[in-house]
């Protein structure tokens, strides 16, 4: 038989099909992800974006300082800036799962380069006022609260369920790098430039983030109209009910609202262990919160790795444990060196939980949800604020060290309960 086809059976013979060229050793292993074309283009133009970001934070925080005068206005603005998460993160994935998510993410990027302009140009002119600044915190917010669902189910589109993890992680590392460059920046541009120029400089950045993701290809879903699509008011109806109808998202969202408020409101607390109880001063603030960001980074870099291969449910609820558990220790000790090591180990702990959370929460429903669970997700970091006021006012009642343990505790507890009814989790 092959005789006769000869050139049949030499393409079909499994000896003689041509062979995928093996992956550069580069892009293995941890970075393996960026063996999509897209993805490699997503992370560079996250990192413009992060960038951007960082330099906002710092740069309207100085701004309602330098306008007011006042610590409390800094809060308030601060304040600001968050609640659009809670307010619009249901509909930030609603948009996410209604329209094309490659399209919306320039949309939105956009909107932060008009929005730089307008508050650089109206301070160059000395028009600034603590009104505007809040209600321009209020807008970048909201800008991000739609940013962030939408570029975290994007990286699941372009890499898929098998590398989502390492993708996240990915990303999740270039933000947190660019936030250590952004931050250091923006101090000099602020120093150079004044907070005109930098919002400036910020639009600019944003500005090449949007350059670059005009180059990506990969589709997600068709936009508004056609047939096969259900309202966009039943939509949002659905990404209502999601968590009512899903065991498992309910249990992911009351787990974000439970860290955010008994876990992630403890970086409110570390100025002032630097000042009242370790009494290093501001450069050992400074030196606690480098040793935070290393722990991220480190905690970014082992998922990155090995993230793939773990269950999702399981690792969630074990980094959630150890998260409590290391700012409960955190609390606890007298000594630098060893306050250090824990807020290191919490500082993983923080990152591990989010990068597992958002990976479980798009694994937890069906791919035409994926933007309606990250706007769930990013309702729940909206619960930030709750655990700022909550953890700030035991202390002040108590003292910081009752407050970091008790809060590190009560996640342990959150995290045994959730653990107990919710066995479906375990299995994500």
């Known amino acids: 038989m092959c005789r006769r086809r000869r050139l049949a059976c030499a393409v079909t013979t499994p000896t003689d099909r041509p062979r995928r060229a093996p992956p550069h050793p580069l892009l293995a292993g941890p970075l393996r992800t960026l063996r999509f074309r897209d993805f490699r283009i997503l992370w560079v133009a996250t990192m413009a974006m992060s960038m951007g970001f960082w330099m906002q934070q710092l740069t309207l925080g100085w701004l309602v300082l330098q306008i007011s005068d006042s610590a409390f206005w800094v809060g308030v603005a ?23 998510r490659r399209i919306l993410l320039r949309v939105i990027v956009t909107v932060n380069i008009i929005l730089s302009v307008i508050l650089g140009t109206l301070e160059l002119n000395g028009l600034l006022t603590v009104p505007i600044a809040i209600a321009g915190a209020f807008l970048y917010g909201t800008v991000n609260a739609f940013l962030m669902p939408t570029l975290q ?8 369920s098998r590398y989502v993890v390492n993708g996240l992680a990915l990303n999740q590392f270039a933000q947190r790098l660019m936030g250590v460059f952004g931050g250091l920046m923006g101090g000099v541009l602020l120093a150079f430039l004044g907070i005109g120029g930098t919002l400036l400089v910020m639009a600019g950045g944003y500005a090449t983030a949007l ?33 009512g109808r899903n065991p498992s998202v309910r249990a992911l969202l009351l787990l974000s609202v439970a860290t955010e408020i008994f876990a992630f409101s403890h970086t409110v607390m570390i100025a002032i262990f630097a000042r009242d109880v370790l009494e290093i001063g ?67 702990m923080a990152s591990i939980f989010d990068l597992f959370q958002q990976a479980a929460l798009q694994l937890a429903v069906g791919g035409d949800q994926r933007g309606r669970a990250m706007g769930i997700w990013v309702m729940g ?25 008790f809060n590190g505790l009560m996640l342990i507890v959150v995290v045994i309960l959730l653990t107990m009814t919710t066995p479906r989790l375990r299995q994500i």
Request: no cysteine; aromatic share 10%; proline share 5%.
């Open 78 to 100: 601060e304040a600001a800036r968050l609640a659009p998460f809670l307010l619009f993160g249901l509909v930030a994935g609603t948009l996410a799962d209604r329209l094309e």
């Open 153 to 160: 189910a994007y990286v699941h589109d372009i890499v898929g």
């Open 211 to 243: 350059v670059i993701l005009f180059f990506t290809r990969t589709a997600s879903r068709p936009g508004f109209g056609t047939p096969e699509q259900p309202s966009v008011r039943q939509s949002f109806g659905e990404a209502l009910s999601l968590a």
């Open 282 to 348: 501001e450069q050992g603030f400074g030196i606690m919160v480098a040793a935070r960001a290393v722990g991220s980074v480190v905690g970014v870099a082992v998922l990155a790795s090995i993230g793939d291969r773990l269950p999702k449910g399981k690792s969630l609820l074990v980094a959630s444990a150890l998260f409590g558990l290391s700012l409960a220790a955190f609390g606890s000790q007298p000594w630098l060196v060893t306050a250090l090591f824990f807020l290191g180990v919490a500082g993983m």
């Open 381 to 405: 970091v909206g619960a930030g604020p709750v655990g700022h006021l909550e953890v700030g006012s035991l202390s002040d009642f108590t003292s910081p060290q009752f407050a970091i343990i």
